[in-house]
């Protein structure tokens, strides 16, 4: 228990500092102006409080729907929640200079929720040397956060980052209860946990919320079908009514529908053009869009003989009919994020074997479990545009593939391997974001 401690201090610090210097360009500033709308959440909250939804066209700029003669934006209400609270701590004088830190607080609750995942998710391994597990669980973790796709976000500290970080930051603690209630420790506050993050995951960024849901209502049909003794649990699920009521109540009074998140019939050049070229979403973009984010197709352009070794790729989105018209930059996340790459085929192993070995009830768990995440992976792989900073959406699914393979695959070599992919992320991913910069 004191490594452990020891280890989430470690980890926390060196994560943060990471995020810290590399978000601030090496000034460790937090107080700073982001390039995109940095006061919009801020003019969100003054709105809403006010009861009033629509935005003036100058505050909302290029994000503003036009839907009769008012002027909407679409996005979550979380961070401004995050931004009020801060002002009231710090003062008026941070109005709108406060992107990048509540990036950072999303960034902290990343950390720990990783760190706790990573913790329970090889609580069953016998380790003999307890030094070892500690190490192994920090580097794992720091990996996590530095070594993927939040480094990306961070390095653009906007209000679109934002606004995933806080997503993920949800998901991460979702996941969390979810297992603890699927080991039955403390299933309670696992099951408050998870109905909690879905709530404020959804009112972040729907994406993220989306898939908690789906994982709070499977969690509810299974205490229901448990019968009378879950009663108690049942209500441990209750918060997660609270962000539902107020997402659908706040699209009703923008949209005038509770169930649009994004309304696509306005009057908007960009989505009449969406619309052309095969709408928001549509499953026939999966294949491509996998491959753009997942795999290094062009590698004489990906790695670079001299600094910066690693470079983001741009890719000219092919098939005019799914596709608009405009090229893509990103990193691919199988050799930025190598750990990744094992844990998917790891958990396609794990599933194969178990359901082969007629272990039904682990495999149920498995399918429960990684579901509502794999939704979220193929919702973003439809989407009609491809950005860095969606990476983060994909992570969900990998935590949740850990978790399986650390409970299944009990093996040293496999414990060693996915340490050195780890290791070497952080490199790949540090070395990166220094030559592509912060902005």
């Known amino acids: 228990m004191r490594f452990s401690k020891l280890a989430y201090l470690f980890v926390l610090i060196v994560s943060i500092f990471v995020c810290w210097y590399i978000g601030s360009g090496g000034e460790f500033n937090v107080k700073f102006t982001g390039r995109a709308l940095p006061s919009l959440f801020e003019y969100m909250w003054a709105r809403v409080t006010e009861g009033v939804y629509d935005f003036p066209p100058d505050a909302a700029a290029w994000e503003g729907l036009l839907i009769g003669d008012k002027t909407y934006v679409y996005y979550g209400f979380f961070p401004a929640i995050v931004r009020a609270f801060y002002l009231a701590l710090l003062g008026n004088s941070w109005y709108g200079n406060l992107n990048f830190l509540s990036c950072l607080t999303a960034c902290f609750i990343i950390t720990s929720f990783s760190f706790f995942i990573v913790l329970e998710s090889l609580r069953f391994w016998n380790f003999k040397n307890e030094f070892f597990k500690t190490i192994s669980v920090s580097i794992i973790a720091i990996a996590i956060v530095i070594g993927g796709p939040v480094i990306g976000c961070i390095l653009r500290p906007n209000l679109y980052e934002e606004l995933i970080l806080w997503g993920y930051a949800f998901s991460t603690v979702g996941i969390y209860g979810f297992i603890r209630f699927l080991d039955d420790t403390g299933s309670k506050l696992g099951l408050v946990l998870l109905s909690i993050s879905a709530s404020c995951a959804l009112v972040s960024r729907a994406t993220f919320g989306g898939a908690l849901y789906l994982l709070v209502g499977i969690t509810f049909v299974i205490l229901i079908y448990r019968g009378r003794r879950d009663v108690t649990k049942i209500g441990c699920l209750c918060p997660a009514l609270i962000g539902l009521t107020f997402q659908l109540w706040y699209n009703y009074v923008r949209f005038g529908n509770a169930l649009v998140f994004l309304p696509t019939n306005v009057k908007d050049q960009y989505f009449q053009y969406v619309g052309q070229h095969g709408g928001v979403v549509n499953p026939y973009r999966i294949r491509d869009l996998f491959l753009f984010y997942f795999v290094p197709l062009k590698p004489s352009e990906f790695i670079n003989f001299t600094f910066p070794y690693f470079r983001s790729v741009f890719y000219t989105l092919p098939n005019e009919q799914y596709f ?40 149920k768990k498995m399918i429960v479990f990684s579901a509502p995440f794999v939704c979220e992976t193929l919702l973003i792989l439809s989407y009609n545009a491809c950005f860095e900073r969606f990476k983060p959406e994909f992570m969900p699914l990998i935590l949740v593939l850990m978790f399986f393979c650390f409970r299944k695959l009990k093996s040293n070599d496999f414990l060693i391997l996915i340490l050195i992919l780890c290791i070497l992320s952080i490199p790949f991913n540090l070395e990166w974001a220094y030559g592509y910069g912060p902005g």
């Open 324 to 363: 608009m018209d405009y090229t893509c930059q990103v990193t691919p996340i199988f050799a930025m994020v190598p750990y990744s790459l094992l844990f998917y085929l790891g958990g396609i192993v794990v599933f194969i074997r178990e359901l082969f070995k007629k272990n039904y009830n682990f495999v």
